[in-house]
Each structure stands twice: as structure tokens, then as C-alpha cells.
């Protein structure tokens, strides 16, 4: 039987841009003046949407604004959208640290939050003292830790330095051992926020599990992430946020084609916005598509191009790219080297075109990472991420099946004998 | 439960606070262990701070300016004096930048933020043990050597843990109301530190009461501190001005003052965060 343990009912809350020093004793008196005459907020009217993109007109902003949902007991809720799009606003308000402008929540149940493991971590404390310490502030009781220390210590694998001050250990280390001490938490809902970007692929299997394994127990998990793997292997409902708003709400699958539809990139052709400071960077790059509108025929050959403004000459410059799918999982890696021909060395607007002569990538949305760098000093002058979208049909390919999209990422070559 | 833009003004959270009771006991024992790792001379140096000032007192006071000490010896006069002062002044300056100092943690984690400055008025108190076996100690010796004084010991075993339980008190709501007031105007902090020097010299600590001259003695009177010190050193020296009056001001003092600081920090604990 389940029932609906998180509620929220138009939601909003506004902040106010810039510094907040001189003016707000003025605006507060305002406020205060608006407040015993028995009027609404002045400043809760000019608020306007929460773009990070644009020059705002007014000093303040909703970075929430008439957000409803609900989420059931024991289903793991994702909440995708871009930086700036309100996710981690909505996850504060929701475990408490700070209250919204308007609106209500309601929970049932005790509350967890994993934004930031390893807050509240005292560095001159022991591994064993900060498991207590991270439980206290998580809201357990001394003796739920102590009953449950060894399932801790054993699932962060720090059983070695537990008596070791937490300051001599590396950042993995002090996030695998956060985030034992959240997953044992006996709390009914669970908000994970980006953690598990940090620490190996092993631990980051074990976290999943934990993850997988709350929600058969029946506790609920509010998911967070920009990795849209974790969200699609994760998730099974998803709240897609866009400048404030909840721009849709549904399936996961929808939810990311909508993300990756409407936030990620327009079109095939990437055009720098801006001038950046560093010494080279992309101006333009085009995925040249075999039909119009980005589409491309499955098998035929594909090229790139890309321009890039040069300001300094480069000795040692590198550039590659990565064809992503649409959870951002690379699929293609292409590079080229000074070293395999001169490249970008001297100032001014270089194009380079990479063809690939027959790329199978499946049936799918796909879109382009580059990286352009110094290969001397391994530092990175600029990286792209999610340009050019463009998409693979397989229209051509003769098939008594249907194709099922998603069913695999890339198609080879093949013999069957005899 | 509900989360709401706005709560009632008695809404407090308390029955929270004790939830988290484990959280308080930890924090304390946090703050203790972290200020001795990795010193030699460890808690020694809550001794040696003590004892310099009121020698200093001494030397100053007693022995140059040739201020009264109500006819007890200077030494103990001065660390019956400073001992109370000196935990009520420490609460004040450490909880009075709870929000600044935490702004870190709280800005992740929910957790009845009282919680810190109700550890830290806990933790200070084994600072003032130390000061106060200090205190003893002087007082054995001079017993020893057959000083003037009179501890009166009934008063000093049932009241001593009251007065300490009001400096408490009174340091952390006066402490709490000054860190909800600097999350947005930063100014009051630096009055603190200026101010709980000035205010030393507002109570009779390194003066007795009962040479305060008529005109200003109602004023310093209204001074909650004045009660509970006066008070101290009557029960530990057997001298001073003690009057239930003065201890009973205190009294609803501390408590009004709890009570504001208590409501105040409720009503910014919501949403600090956006402003500091």
C-alpha cells in the first residue's frame, strides 16, 4: 500500500540579486511598513523568472516559483535540468535549511540529505568520532550508530584508519565514509545530490545498490544528478526543472529526451556566444548531417568541422571530440596530435574538418563533447560539452524487425560463415 | 510534517532540540577534543589565563590603585569575581557568532540549530570547572592560613549549580540574540568583543558593589550580572552585598532575555541562509 509521503503545494522562493548589504535595511523597513498596513510584499511582486542567462531588470528573483508535485512511498524521484535551473533550491527547502517564500510542504516521515556528503566532518576528529558526530547531525541517536557501526565501517571500506584524525584522509576516503554513514541512516526518505560523481567505480556500484536496496525497503529517494546514466538506471518518474518552474513531469525516458531536447543544444551547429579569456577557443563547429535538419543516415560517411580562434600561437596544441549518446555516455573518441601535423600554430581562425568514413552509431540522439589542449603542459585550454546535436536514422538499413531505439549504441561490421 | 514560509512566534522547536540531545553531547565532546589535539600543555592553559589576569587584578587594583576589596584578601576576591565573569563572557562571544561560524553546515543539513549554541555554553562549562578548582584551591589555602573569610557552605553546594545554570543562561540568550542580529548587519559583532570588556567594568568585578556610590548604584543595580556575581562571592567569601532582590531581578532578567533570544533565533534560523 503506498502512500504519498512528500507533498508540494505551489512552492516559491525569492532571492534577492547582488549584494545584500546596504540596501536592506531601507527595503526592509519598507517591508515592515507594507507588512503592519496589512499589504502583500513589495518586493514579492517585481520578482521575475529565474534565467541566469539574461541581465535581469529587477533585484529580485523567484528561483522557485509554483512547483507542485508528489511523490509516493518508495519510488525513486529524479530531478534533472540545467545549472541554475532550481534543483538544488528545491532540495533545500525540502530538507529544511532554509524555508520557501510561499507555499507548504508536507512530509511524512524522517528526512535524510546527502547534499555534500561529509559536511559537519571534523578534520582533527577521528574516523570513528566523525562517524558519531555525521550520525548526531543526520539526526540519528548514539545508539543507532553504535549498533550499526561495523555495517558502516564495512560498507565505506576505512576499517583500517578508523582511529586515524579525518584529516589525513584523502577526499575519497572522507565521501566513502559520509556516505556509509547517510545509506545506514534509518530515515524514510533519502535526498542524494550529485554524491555519486565523487569516490571509484566500485564504490560507486556499492552506492547505487544501497540506493536500489532503500527503495525495496520501501523508502522513498529524491535523486539529483547531472549524470544522466545514474538518473535513467536509477529513476522510473522524473521532475525535469527549467528557470525556476517544473517544466515537465513524467517518465524518465520522456523527461530526459525533453531535457536533452530543450536544454542542451540547439541544433547542429555549435557558435561560440562569447569572447572567453583563454588562449584558443572554438568559435564554431558543425556536424555536417547526410539529410537536413541533423539528421544523419546510419553508415554514411560523417564529417565535423570545427573553426577555432588562435590568440597566442600553440606549440603542443591537441584537439579531440567525443560523440555522446543521450545520456551522455561517449561512444566515439577522435583526436589529433602537433605532432601528428602542425596544428593551430600560428594566430588567427583555423578550420579543421575530421571525417569519419563509416560510422555505425545506432539509431539515437547523439551529441558532441571537444577538448582542446596543451599536450606539453597536459593542461586543457577549453572543453565543450553536449554541442551538436545531431540525430542517426537507420531508414536505408533493410530489416524485417523493427529498430528499437536504445537497444544499442553502436553496429559493426560483420561475417557470418558459412 | 509541514514546512511553511512562516511560523507561529512561540513555535520554538523544542521538543526537536531534545530529539537531538545525542547532537549536543557530541558537539561538546567535539569542541573539547578539538582544541587540545596536537597542544603539549593541553587544558593547563584554562589555568594559566586565570591566574594571570587576576594577578594582574591584583597587582592593578589592589595593589596600585588601592581599590576596596570589601576587606578580603585581593587575590580571592578577584577570582571570585572573574571566575563567574569569565564563563558568562565566554558564552556570550562564542554563541554570539553561531550563524557565521556554522553558516557552512547549516547551509547543507537540517538540524534544530540550537543545538550548537546550547553545546557550546555546555563545553565552555569545563573551562570554568578548571577555573573553578582554581577558585578552591585559593580558598582552601587562605582557610588554611586563617584569612577572614566565611564560605557559607549550605548556600554554596544548593546555589552554586543555580548561579551557574543563570550565567549560562544569560550569556547564551544574550549571545544568540546578537548572532540572529548579525546574519544581516554584520556590525554588532565587533561591538561584542569591545563591548564584553566595557561591560566587566558595568558589573562589580573587580570592585565590590557596596562601594559603588548611591547615584549610580540603582544603574549598575539593573545590570542582571550585578545579582549574580555580588551573589558568588557572598556564598564562596561570606562578604559583599547579597539581597534576594537584586538575585530575583537577575533572575527574570536571565529568563526574559533566554526567552527573546530563543524566539529571535527561531525566527532567523529559517532562512539565514539567504542572507549571510
Same mark, same amino acid.
Given at each position: 500500500?503506498?502512500?504519498?509521503?512528500?507533498?508540494?503545494?505551489?512552492?516559491?522562493?525569492?532571492?534577492?540579486?547582488?549584494?545584500?548589504? !546596504?540596501?536592506?535595511?531601507?527595503? #526592509?523597513?519598507?517591508?515592515?511598513?507594507?507588512?503592519?498596513?496589512?499589504?502583500?510584499?513589495?518586493?514579492?511582486?517585481?520578482?521575475?523568472?529565474?534565467?541566469?542567462?539574461?541581465?535581469?531588470?529587477? #533585484?529580485?528573483?523567484?528561483?522557485?516559483? #509554483?512547483?507542485?508535485?508528489?511523490?509516493?512511498?518508495?519510488?525513486?524521484?529524479?530531478?534533472?535540468?540545467?545549472?541554475? &535551473?532550481?534543483?538544488?533550491?528545491?532540495?533545500?527547502?525540502? =530538507?529544511?535549511?532554509?524555508?520557501?517564500?510561499?507555499?507548504?510542504?508536507?512530509?511524512?516521515?524522517?528526512?535524510?540529505?546527502?547534499?555534500?556528503?561529509?559536511?559537519?566532518?571534523?578534520?582533527?576528529?577521528?574516523?570513528?568520532?566523525?562517524?558519531?558526530?555525521?550520525? &548526531?547531525?543526520?539526526?540519528?541517536?548514539?545508539?543507532? *550508530?553504535?549498533?550499526?557501526?561495523?555495517?558502516?565501517?564495512?560498507? =565505506?571500506? /576505512?576499517?583500517?584508519?578508523?582511529?586515524?584524525?579525518?584529516?589525513?584522509? =584523502?577526499?575519497?576516503?572522507?565521501?566513502?565514509?559520509?556516505?556509509?554513514?547517510?545509506?545506514?541512516?534509518?530515515?524514510? *526518505?533519502?535526498?542524494?545530490?550529485?554524491?555519486?560523481?565523487?569516490?571509484?567505480?566500485?564504490?560507486?556500484?556499492? /552506492?547505487?545498490?544501497?540506493?536500489?536496496?532503500?527503495?525495496?525497503?520501501?523508502?522513498?529517494?529524491?535523486?539529483?544528478?547531472?549524470?544522466?546514466?545514474?538518473?535513467?538506471?536509477?529513476?522510473?518518474?522524473?521532475?525535469?526543472?527549467?528557470?525556476?518552474?517544473?517544466?515537465?513531469?513524467?517518465?524518465?525516458?520522456?523527461? *530526459?529526451? &525533453?531535457?536533452?531536447?530543450?536544454?542542451?543544444?540547439?541544433?547542429?551547429?555549435?557558435?561560440?556566444?562569447?569572447?572567453?579569456?583563454?588562449?584558443?577557443?572554438?568559435?564554431?563547429?558543425?556536424?555536417?548531417?547526410?539529410?537536413?535538419?541533423? !539528421?544523419?543516415?546510419?553508415?554514411?560517411?560523417?564529417?565535423?568541422?570545427?573553426?577555432?580562434?588562435?590568440?597566442?600561437?600553440?606549440?603542443?596544441?591537441?584537439?579531440?571530440?567525443?560523440?555522446?549518446?543521450?545520456?551522455?555516455?561517449?561512444?566515439?573518441?577522435?583526436? *589529433?596530435?602537433?605532432? #601528428?601535423?602542425?596544428?593551430?600554430?600560428?594566430?588567427?581562425?583555423?578550420?579543421?574538418? /575530421?571525417?569519419?568514413?563509416?560510422?555505425?552509431?545506432?539509431?539515437?540522439?547523439? /551529441?558532441?563533447? !571537444?577538448?582542446?589542449?596543451?599536450?606539453?603542459?597536459?593542461?586543457?585550454?577549453?572543453?565543450?560539452?553536449?554541442?551538436?546535436?545531431?540525430?542517426?536514422?537507420?531508414?536505408?538499413?533493410?530489416?524485417?524487425?523493427?529498430?528499437?531505439?536504445?537497444?544499442?549504441?553502436?553496429?559493426?561490421?560483420?561475417?557470418?560463415?558459412? | 510534517?509541514?514546512?511553511?514560509?512562516?511560523?507561529?512566534?512561540?513555535?520554538?522547536?523544542?521538543?526537536?532540540?531534545?530529539?537531538?540531545?545525542?547532537?549536543?553531547?557530541?558537539?561538546?565532546?567535539?569542541?573539547?577534543?578539538?582544541?587540545?589535539?596536537? %597542544?603539549?600543555?593541553?587544558?593547563?592553559?584554562?589555568? $594559566?589565563?586565570? @591566574?594571570?589576569?587576576?594577578?594582574?587584578?591584583?597587582?592593578?587594583?589592589?595593589?596600585?590603585?588601592?581599590?576596596?576589596?570589601?576587606?578580603?584578601?585581593?587575590?580571592?576576591?578577584?577570582?571570585?569575581?572573574? %571566575?563567574?565573569?569569565?564563563?558568562?563572557?565566554?558564552?556570550?562571544?562564542?554563541?554570539?557568532?553561531?550563524?557565521?561560524?556554522?553558516?557552512?553546515?547549516?547551509?547543507?543539513?537540517?538540524?534544530?540549530?540550537?543545538?550548537?549554541?546550547?553545546?557550546?555554553?555546555?563545553?565552555?562549562?569545563?573551562?570554568?570547572?578548571?577555573?573553578?578548582?582554581?577558585?578552591?584551591?585559593?580558598?582552601?589555602?587562605?582557610?588554611?592560613?586563617?584569612?577572614?573569610?566565611?564560605?557559607?557552605?549550605?548556600?554554596?553546594?544548593?546555589?552554586?549549580?543555580?548561579?551557574?545554570?543563570?550565567?549560562?543562561?544569560?550569556?547564551?540568550?544574550?549571545?544568540? +540574540?546578537?548572532?540572529?542580529?548579525?546574519?544581516?548587519?554584520?556590525?554588532?559583532?565587533?561591538?561584542?568583543?569591545?563591548?564584553?570588556?566595557?561591560?566587566?567594568?558595568?558589573?562589580?568585578?573587580?570592585?565590590?558593589?557596596?562601594?559603588?556610590?548611591?547615584?549610580?548604584?540603582?544603574?549598575?543595580? @539593573?545590570?542582571?550580572?550585578?545579582?549574580? $556575581?555580588?551573589?558568588?562571592?557572598?556564598?564562596?567569601?561570606?562578604?559583599?552585598?547579597?539581597?534576594?532582590?537584586?538575585?530575583?531581578?537577575?533572575?527574570?532578567?536571565?529568563?526574559?532575555?533566554?526567552?527573546?533570544? +530563543?524566539?529571535?533565533?527561531?525566527?532567523?534560523?529559517?532562512?539565514?541562509?539567504?542572507?549571510?
Amino acid at each position: 500500500m503506498s502512500q504519498t509521503v512528500i507533498e508540494v503545494e505551489n512552492i516559491a522562493k525569492l532571492y534577492r540579486l547582488g549584494e545584500v548589504t !546596504t540596501g536592506t535595511l531601507s527595503h #526592509d523597513l519598507n517591508r515592515w511598513w507594507h507588512k503592519i498596513r496589512g499589504k502583500d510584499d513589495p518586493y514579492a511582486q517585481v520578482g521575475q523568472t529565474n534565467d541566469r542567462t539574461r541581465k535581469s531588470v529587477s #533585484d529580485y528573483v523567484w528561483a522557485l516559483k #509554483d512547483i507542485n508535485f508528489k511523490v509516493q512511498q518508495g519510488e525513486v524521484l529524479g530531478i534533472i535540468g540545467r545549472n541554475g &535551473a532550481g534543483k538544488s533550491t528545491l532540495l533545500k527547502l525540502l =530538507s529544511r535549511v532554509t524555508s520557501p517564500t510561499q507555499g507548504t510542504i508536507k512530509i511524512r516521515g524522517r528526512f535524510a540529505s546527502l547534499l555534500e556528503v561529509g559536511t559537519g566532518f571534523h578534520p582533527e576528529l577521528t574516523g570513528r568520532e566523525n562517524v558519531y558526530l555525521n550520525g &548526531a547531525i543526520l539526526g540519528m541517536t548514539r545508539r543507532e *550508530i553504535s549498533s550499526k557501526l561495523d555495517e558502516i565501517v564495512e560498507f =565505506s571500506g /576505512c576499517a583500517a584508519y578508523l582511529d586515524t584524525p579525518v584529516k589525513r584522509y =584523502s577526499s575519497g576516503m572522507k565521501v566513502r565514509l559520509a556516505f556509509a554513514v547517510a545509506a545506514h541512516l534509518r530515515s524514510e *526518505i533519502l535526498i542524494v545530490d550529485e554524491v555519486l560523481a565523487v569516490g571509484d567505480i566500485e564504490f560507486q556500484k556499492k /552506492c547505487m545498490g544501497k540506493m536500489g536496496e532503500a527503495t525495496r525497503d520501501g523508502r522513498t529517494v529524491l535523486f539529483v544528478s547531472h549524470n544522466m546514466q545514474a538518473i535513467s538506471t536509477l529513476t522510473t518518474r522524473c521532475l525535469l526543472m527549467r528557470r525556476g518552474t517544473c517544466f515537465f513531469e513524467g517518465s524518465t525516458h520522456e523527461a *530526459i529526451a &525533453a531535457y536533452l531536447e530543450n536544454e542542451v543544444s540547439s541544433g547542429n551547429e555549435y557558435v561560440s556566444s562569447e569572447e572567453k579569456s583563454g588562449i584558443a577557443q572554438l568559435v564554431r563547429a558543425k556536424v555536417e548531417t547526410s539529410e537536413p535538419s541533423g !539528421t544523419h543516415v546510419h553508415g554514411q560517411p560523417l564529417k565535423v568541422h570545427f573553426e577555432v580562434e588562435v590568440k597566442e600561437p600553440l606549440q603542443n596544441a591537441s584537439f579531440s571530440f567525443q560523440i555522446t549518446d543521450n545520456l551522455h555516455q561517449p561512444i566515439v573518441h577522435a583526436w *589529433i596530435f602537433d605532432s #601528428d601535423r602542425p596544428l593551430l600554430r600560428t594566430v588567427g581562425r583555423h578550420k579543421i574538418t /575530421c571525417t569519419l568514413p563509416h560510422p555505425r552509431l545506432y539509431l539515437g540522439n547523439y /551529441c558532441i563533447n !571537444t577538448y582542446l589542449a596543451d599536450s606539453r603542459s597536459k593542461s586543457m585550454i577549453e572543453s565543450l560539452e553536449s554541442i551538436c546535436q545531431f540525430r542517426i536514422e537507420m531508414h536505408n538499413q533493410h530489416r524485417e524487425w523493427a529498430w528499437q531505439e536504445n537497444a544499442c549504441k553502436y553496429t559493426e561490421e560483420w561475417n557470418w560463415e558459412p | 510534517m509541514v514546512i511553511q514560509p512562516r511560523n507561529g512566534w512561540l513555535d520554538l522547536h523544542l521538543a526537536d532540540l531534545w530529539r537531538y540531545r545525542d547532537l549536543v553531547l557530541m558537539f561538546v565532546k567535539r569542541d573539547f577534543v578539538a582544541v587540545y589535539k596536537q %597542544t603539549i600543555l593541553g587544558p593547563i592553559w584554562f589555568f $594559566i589565563q586565570p @591566574l594571570l589576569t587576576t594577578l594582574t587584578f591584583t597587582i592593578i587594583f589592589s595593589g596600585v590603585a588601592k581599590m576596596s576589596t570589601d576587606g578580603l584578601p585581593p587575590l580571592l576576591f578577584y577570582l571570585a569575581g572573574t %571566575t563567574p565573569w569569565n564563563y558568562f563572557a565566554t558564552c556570550l562571544t562564542k554563541t554570539s557568532t553561531t550563524f557565521k561560524d556554522n553558516a557552512n553546515l547549516f547551509g547543507k543539513v537540517y538540524f534544530p540549530r540550537l543545538a550548537t549554541p546550547v553545546s557550546i555554553v555546555i563545553s565552555t562549562l569545563i573551562q570554568f570547572g578548571i577555573q573553578f578548582l582554581v577558585l578552591l584551591v585559593a580558598l582552601a589555602w587562605h582557610l588554611w592560613q586563617g584569612s577572614p573569610i566565611h564560605p557559607n557552605w549550605v548556600a554554596m553546594i544548593l546555589g552554586s549549580p543555580l548561579l551557574v545554570l543563570m550565567l549560562g543562561a544569560l550569556g547564551l540568550g544574550t549571545g544568540i +540574540i546578537v548572532s540572529s542580529l548579525t546574519t544581516k548587519y554584520r556590525d554588532l559583532a565587533f561591538l561584542v568583543t569591545f563591548g564584553i570588556q566595557l561591560a566587566m567594568y558595568a558589573t562589580p568585578v573587580v570592585y565590590p558593589l557596596s562601594t559603588v556610590p548611591e547615584k549610580y548604584r540603582t544603574w549598575l543595580e @539593573l545590570n542582571p550580572m550585578t545579582g549574580i $556575581i555580588e551573589a558568588f562571592r557572598f556564598i564562596y567569601l561570606g562578604a559583599g552585598s547579597f539581597s534576594w532582590d537584586l538575585l530575583g531581578w537577575s533572575a527574570a532578567c536571565t529568563t526574559m532575555i533566554l526567552m527573546a533570544g +530563543i524566539i529571535i533565533f527561531n525566527r532567523v534560523e529559517k532562512t539565514f541562509m539567504d542572507t549571510v
